[in-house]
């Protein structure tokens, strides 16, 4: 039975029983580089399978903090860097979030963070959110954002955003980082106080790495 290796806060292993020669189903303890390095954050764990070649690394968000910071005419921000790959060529095969009903929630509210009917984009890109209405570019180009609405401080559907394309990243002389940025789409969806977003959910990324300089 393939055994699975997860690694919690700090990319600490909690489990590994063996080692692994089936791909599908854990990491080959033999391959080079062939797992990143998740971020400490409270309520963040991962699960890795696979090895250099094709590997797919499962993020899970547990009650997630991210703060928020208001940038006057352009909305509010926050972000979290959640992962960083193994240093060298790095293709993306694809990329898949999904937020459950409810799951994404502001936790002040109000004229003093986010508003009760609030606007949200959020996305996983390579970099830190910029201060600037919704996300773009590298702020959502590993995962394609999903567009929110907060009702009553809490989002009102099932929220998802996938990448089917494949997207190649040149870390050999900076290791490329993974970040959850968010960004309300209107400055009225955000008060001039700091908020905290909560987020639970899960991230897939399905990843190669082709080599190093």
């Known amino acids: 039975m393939p055994t699975t290796t997860v690694y919690g806060v700090g ?108 606007d949200l984009s959020i996305g996983v890109g390579s970099d830190e959110a910029g201060a600037t209405v919704d996300l773009a570019g590298s702020e959502q180009n590993i995962c394609v954002k999903a567009d929110v609405d907060l009702t ?4 009102n559907a099932i929220e998802s955003g996938i990448n089917a394309a494949l997207l190649p990243l040149d870390g050999s002389t900076a290791a490329i980082e993974v970040w959850l940025n968010s960004s309300t789409l209107d400055n009225a969806d955000h008060g ?10 899960t991230i897939t990324i399905v990843w190669s790495v082709l080599g190093n300089d």
């Open 11 to 118: 990319g600490q292993i909690a489990t590994n029983d063996s080692n692994i020669t089936d791909l599908a189903g854990g990491i080959n303890s033999d391959a080079i580089d062939s797992i990143g390095t998740l971020e400490t954050v409270s309520g963040l764990s991962v699960v890795e399978k696979g090895n250099a070649g094709i590997h797919k690394t499962i993020f899970t968000m547990l009650n997630m903090d991210m703060a928020s910071t208001d940038a006057g005419a352009n909305g509010a921000q926050a972000t979290k860097k959640l992962y960083t790959f193994p240093e060298g060529q790095i293709v993306i095969l694809g990329a898949h979030m999904v937020f459950p009903l409810g799951s994404i929630e502001c936790v002040t509210g109000g004229d003093d963070g986010y508003a009760d009917l609030a």
């Open 152 to 155: 009553a401080k809490t989002s």
């Open 192 to 201: 001039v106080n700091p908020d905290i977003l909560r987020v639970d959910g």
